[in-house]
């Protein structure tokens, strides 16, 4: 198994958490979307959740392995929301459009990353552009382990997902779901009905 499928499957797995874990990372995003990341201690994550701080660092080891959680918790949901778009639909093509638009409605309008884009882009854009290679690797083997497609595919549509979020000023039409369905259909769904040579 390669380092990227095990990271995948890391964040698929559901380690369902206890009451208490859910309390402490409901009330870590919401500091984090009032304050952003550097300027939340665990203290405020504790005041807000109704908590000590020795139960968070029981649940959590550090500030980053709380940070980790609740990022890799954002992630499992956007993978879920991408899975159930194309449930039940006859074909990849169809499925893989799908997944496209409501993946990429889905990350245009993730509160969290669009506060870690705009607010500390200096700590965060850099997993998406410069040091992005393991994000691409990641999303990359969800996609062809999702639509059975050719790794070659898949990072198409990661790559084009990604500068959609980064910049969503484009002259192809993405405005709407059905603007955005529309373009992936005629875009992205050949890349999985042409026959290879």
Same mark, same amino acid.
């Given at each position: 198994?390669?380092?990227?499928?095990?990271?995948?499957?890391?964040?698929? @797995? !559901?380690?369902?958490?206890? $009451?208490? %874990?859910?309390?402490?990372?409901?009330?870590? =995003?919401? *500091?984090?979307?009032?304050? #952003?990341?550097?300027?939340?201690?665990?203290?405020?994550?504790?005041?807000?959740?109704?908590?000590?701080?020795?139960?968070?660092?029981?649940?959590?080891?550090?500030?980053?392995?709380?940070?980790?959680?609740?990022?890799?918790?954002?992630?499992?949901?956007?993978? @879920? !929301?991408?899975?159930?778009? $194309?449930? %039940?639909?006859?074909?990849?093509?169809?499925? =893989?459009? *799908?997944?496209?638009?409501? #993946?990429?409605?889905?990350?245009?309008?993730?509160?969290?990353?669009?506060?870690?884009?705009?607010?500390?882009?200096?700590?965060?854009?850099?997993?998406?552009?410069?040091?992005?290679?393991?994000?691409?690797?990641?999303?990359?083997?969800?996609?062809?382990?999702?639509?059975?497609?050719?790794?070659?595919?898949?990072?198409?549509?990661?790559?084009?997902?990604?500068?959609?979020?980064?910049?969503?000023?484009?002259?192809?039409?993405?405005?709407?779901?059905?603007?955005?369905?529309?373009?992936?259909?005629?875009?992205?769904?050949?890349?999985?009905?042409?026959?290879?040579?």
């Amino acid at each position: 198994m390669t380092s990227t499928t095990t990271m995948l499957n890391d964040i698929l @797995a !559901d380690p369902d958490p206890d $009451g208490v %874990g859910v309390r402490i990372m409901d009330a870590a =995003l919401a *500091e984090y979307l009032a304050h #952003g990341f550097r300027r939340t201690s665990v203290d405020d994550i504790a005041r807000r959740a109704g908590l000590g701080r020795a139960t968070i660092y029981r649940r959590f080891a550090t500030r980053d392995e709380l940070v980790n959680a609740v990022l890799t918790r954002e992630c499992r949901q956007l993978f @879920a !929301d991408i899975a159930a778009a $194309g449930d %039940g639909l006859p074909t990849v093509a169809d499925r =893989l459009v *799908e997944g496209f638009v409501v #993946g990429l409605r889905k990350a245009l309008n993730q509160p969290l990353l669009h506060r870690m884009i705009t607010t500390e882009p200096e700590a965060w854009l850099p997993f998406l552009t410069t040091s992005g290679g393991p994000t691409v690797a990641v999303l990359r083997e969800f996609l062809v382990q999702q639509y059975r497609i050719t790794p070659g595919v898949a990072e198409i549509v990661v790559r084009l997902s990604i500068s959609l979020v980064l910049t969503p000023d484009s002259c192809l039409a993405f405005g709407t779901d059905d603007e955005a369905r529309a373009t992936a259909r005629r875009y992205l769904a050949p890349l999985v009905t042409t026959p290879t040579g």
